[in-house]
């Protein structure tokens, strides 16, 4: 029997992978007679196979994009950038366990590239922009309504495990649409700062997010009153933990909440051999060991039993209760990083509220799978009521 959920590889990782690439057509960064075009030519279910697949996509549309501007077409050309930023992103996306990959550092900059010339064709008004942080920089990209100065509300979309603050255009068109700034941005262990500048994820994440909001306070088209934090995937961590300690926001949205990344290890005896099974499976399944090796390259780690022992440090449960602002979780149906919104909910002394999408309403999977626009009515309409209430409260 066919698997429902099933959009057209048999493996769920890489069916995964393939449907943020279509989900990615709503924001003009796919095309999906090129998406599938690409999945068909993929034949076994590899790092090497999906790279090859990816970035030639990823190398026809920059190409296209180049043509379409050299004939002065620059719609056709910021669109055919975005696509190829896009494929770009996913070509490394199964070969991330080795920083040093010469291809994962060629897709990395064909990425980036991509997006930066995207950017400079884009209607509206865009900062690629670096944050001072502990002596360094971090990037990403701040997107304005409008270029007249006045502040908005602005939200903030911190990346997660895998994503780049390129790869967080999928989330800019729907706030812009809604009077809503946008600063998407990465943080240790993230995107550049991890490909190239080699910092790594830490549990403590205010000390990422604090600077950012001291920064976004230096301008005046943000509305420092009225600033929301966004967490998405393993942001769903790092967003709640910023909050518990950076009072500055207005509101925080999760999706899915995970505060206690550790909660789903085993523990006991069990917990005890994880390491050693999980490490032993690591040399005979190159799948197993890609999935850990690029976890683990995100915290600068290289053995399996670290790994573990770190992701259990990275629980924010007992800081919960010092969230100040109003919250609401998202609990996609079959998120497989799902189930522990009600959890945060009951750890916190703010106003929570979690909100259940579901298959029947085509917004099941992974931060909604493919049910973006369900996603994005339920988010707004919660932002708009709440950030108006902060307003009306000043």
Not at 301 to 322: C, I, K, T
Request: proline share 5%; net charge negative.
């Amino acid at each position: 029997m066919a698997d429902p959920a099933r959009i057209f590889f048999r493996n769920a990782s890489y069916d995964g992978q393939f449907a943020r690439t279509l989900a990615a057509a709503l924001v003009d960064a796919a095309d999906l007679g090129e998406a599938w075009a690409t999945a068909r030519r993929i034949g076994s279910l590899n790092g090497a196979s999906w790279h090859d697949a990816w970035s030639r996509a990823a190398g026809i549309a920059h190409s296209a994009g180049d043509a379409a501007l050299a004939a002065g077409r620059r719609v056709s050309a910021r669109k055919a950038f975005l696509r190829a930023s896009e494929y770009w992103r996913q070509s490394y996306y199964f070969i991330r366990s080795d920083l040093d990959d010469p291809r994962l550092q060629a897709a990395y900059r064909g990425h980036v590239e991509a997006f930066l010339a995207a950017k400079d064709l884009m209607d509206h008004h865009v900062e690629h922009v670096r944050i001072p942080y502990e002596g360094t920089t971090i990037p990403g990209y701040l997107h304005t309504v409008d270029s007249t100065g006045a502040p908005r509300p602005t939200l903030l979309f911190p990346c997660g495990y895998d994503s780049t603050a390129e790869a967080g255009w999928l989330q800019v068109p729907a706030a812009l649409e809604r009077g809503y700034n946008t600063l998407v941005f990465e943080g240790p262990g993230q995107g550049a700062a991890l490909f190239t500048q080699r910092l790594f994820l830490r549990r403590d994440f205010e000390k990422v997010l604090t600077p950012v909001v001291d920064w976004l306070r230096t301008r005046a088209d943000v509305d420092a009153g009225r600033l929301a934090l966004i967490g998405r995937s393993f942001a769903g961590y790092l967003a709640p933990r910023g909050a518990a300690f950076e009072h500055r926001i207005a509101a925080l949205v999760c999706d899915p909440a995970q505060p206690d990344m550790g909660a789903r290890l085993p523990s006991g005896f069990a917990g005890k051999v994880a390491g050693p099974v999980v490490a032993a499976q690591t040399h005979f399944s190159p799948e197993r060991a890609e999935f850990f090796g690029a976890r683990m390259a995100c915290h600068g780690l290289h053995s399996v039993e670290d790994y573990l022992a770190e992701l259990r440090r990275f629980n924010m449960l007992p800081e919960a209760s010092q969230i100040s602002c109003p919250t609401l979780i998202i609990e996609c149906e079959n998120d497989f990083a799902g189930g522990s919104g009600p959890d945060l909910a009951a750890a916190m002394t703010a106003p929570a509220e979690v909100v259940h999408l579901t298959a029947e309403q085509g917004a099941d999977g992974h931060c909604a799978g493919l049910g973006l626009e369900v996603w994005t009515e339920t988010v707004y309409a919660w932002l708009d009521r709440t950030l108006a209430q902060a307003t009306a409260a000043r």
